[in-house]
């Protein structure tokens, strides 16, 4: 979602470079190199959010168990 987000912000400044050739490309770089540490800072996140929490949604196997024996 976060890389979506940052795409669609840096096709709006790479069309209004296609538009206006004579604009600067400023926003693009600016858009372009902020954007990269945004989407390597989410995925250490998420990366590091399903190392913590994994444990959370597994099954205990005492239930696993149970539905082997019925």
Request: net charge negative; glycine share 4%; aromatic share 12%.
């Amino acid at each position: 979602m976060v890389a979506a987000a940052w795409s669609s912000v840096m096709f709006v400044q790479a069309s209004q470079i296609i538009i206006n050739p004579e604009s600067s490309y400023t926003p693009l770089i600016y858009a372009i190199v902020g954007g990269i540490p945004v989407i390597v800072s989410t995925f250490l996140t998420s990366l590091l959010l399903r190392r913590k929490y994994s444990a959370y949604f597994k099954e205990p196997e005492d239930t696993m168990e149970d539905f082997e024996e019925g």
